[in-house]
């Protein structure tokens, strides 16, 4: 039996989720051995905090052109892995475009609540305000 990984993935807002939601896809670690690269792949998530020593980025935010050809498993007729390249970058965010455009995450849902609260808020104090200077004039 094959062990199965319990990670998701560290990209904010990935619905793919991970290997338990979708089998095919392949959990990469962040490559902390180049930090120049590992700083990208932080960026890349859009989060506040990710731990890159235990975190992990789903294959779907990869273009194929990211993975090395797996010479081994083509000769002998094995089933190929994937192995990304030392300068690969997560670079597919379909899900997150989808969600920015349309709004529907929870989490824009939220601010944009809070975004208009806080212009209703400005536009009353400043009404108000005003109407308190028209009052005092004489």
Known sequence: MSKRSSHSCAVAECAKGGRQKHPDTVMHRFPTSNPTICKVWISKCKRDFVNHIN???CSNHFNEDDYE???EHE???LPPRKKLKK???PSIFEDRKKNETSGSSHRQQRMDRRASKSIAQDVLGISFEFEL???IQP
């Open 55 to 57: 975190a992990r980025i």
């Open 69 to 71: 050809r797996d010479l």
């Open 75 to 77: 000769l002998f007729g």
């Open 87 to 89: 300068t690969a970058v």
């Open 133 to 135: 200077f028209l009052h």
